[in-house]
């Protein structure tokens, strides 16, 4: 069963930077991506940036030039750095991990489907 726990979130003021963490365990291999989305008050949730297995990031431009993704494939754990951070920031931040399908041979898909974690709050003030 796959489990994802992000952390690391709190109170900053503008200028300011936090880290967040998502440890994840559970499915087969880390294989397809994970990332990072945020919800404020009232909007939708929004994609902040991805990673694949191989490093490769993307950003959504939510943040760009002030946050980085970054994971470690050892330990398993997906970070966001964010620097510089504004009150429009203020959100839950959520770590998704994208779900595999595996297949004989080692043969395999990414479904495009996420498993989640429970959120952490994040609340840039002035």
């Known amino acids: 069963q796959v489990q994802v726990v992000d952390s690391g979130g709190g109170s900053v003021q503008t200028g300011g930077s936090l880290k967040l963490s998502c440890a994840h365990s559970g499915g087969n291999f880390d294989r397809c991506k994970m990332g990072w989305y945020r919800q404020a008050p009232g909007k939708e949730r929004d994609l902040v940036a991805t990673?694949?297995?191989?490093?490769?990031?993307f950003y959504s431009g939510i943040g760009e030039g002030r946050f980085i993704i970054s994971q470690d494939t050892v330990k398993h754990i997906l970070y966001l750095q964010m620097n510089e951070l504004k009150t429009q920031d203020t959100a839950v931040y959520f770590c998704?991990?994208?779900?595999?399908?595996?297949?004989?041979?080692?043969?395999?898909?990414?479904?495009?489907?996420?498993?989640w974690g429970q959120g952490t709050q994040v609340t840039v003030f002035s």
């Open positions: 990673i694949s297995d191989t490093g490769s990031t």
């Open positions: 998704a991990k994208e779900r595999e399908m595996s297949y004989p041979f080692g043969q395999y898909t990414c479904t495009g489907k996420n498993d």
